[in-house]
């Protein structure tokens, strides 16, 4: 069984002065990812192996999680960064078998459309949102559209 969970980048700024890959995460997005890795761990998801964009504000969601869930530091996948539901299904049919739990940090809209692809669960994934889908598969080439059960969706809550 292969376990996928979808993480989408936490708030990052909007303020001038940046271009888009380097755009930090906001205090607000800092406390998102607490909030999150805090219920992953209370709930006992703990992936295998993060993989992330390298843009600086999925980098930094990666960083919160593989630190709050005792993680090595995450894969960074260029291809991750700005990538169309096509290219994010590419990266995840080539992931590690060795790893049966893997979590991908990315962007939107293509992990939303990834989420649906793969769950046919018509989501939008929020900043710092977070989608388990679990797959009877082996290998993460045998992973196809409508083959996995979203089995967990969460968000921050806004206060």
Not at 63 to 72: M, T
Not at 78 to 107: C, M, R, W
Not at 111 to 116: D, R
Request: contains cysteine; glycine residues 4%; hydrophobic residues 40%.
């Amino acid at each position: 069984m292969k376990k996928l969970l979808l993480i989408r980048h936490a708030k990052a700024t909007h303020q001038p002065g940046y271009v888009d890959f380097e755009r930090p995460l906001t205090n607000k997005g800092f406390t998102q990812c607490e909030t999150i890795t805090a219920r992953l761990i209370k709930n006992h998801i703990k992936p295998q192996l993060l993989v992330a964009s390298p843009a600086l504000r999925t980098l930094s969601t990666a960083n919160v999680f593989s630190q709050e869930l005792g993680l090595a530091p995450a894969t960074l996948y260029q291809d991750i960064y700005d990538a169309s539901e096509s290219t994010l299904l590419k990266v995840i049919y080539n992931l590690p078998d060795e790893h049966d739990f893997i979590a991908l940090v990315g962007h939107n809209p293509g992990i939303s459309q990834v989420l649906y692809a793969l769950s046919n669960e018509p989501k939008e994934m929020p900043t710092c949102a977070i989608a388990l889908i679990e797959f009877a598969a082996d290998s993460w080439m045998e992973l196809h559209e409508g083959s996995g059960k979203l089995t967990l969706f969460d968000s921050p809550k806004e206060d």
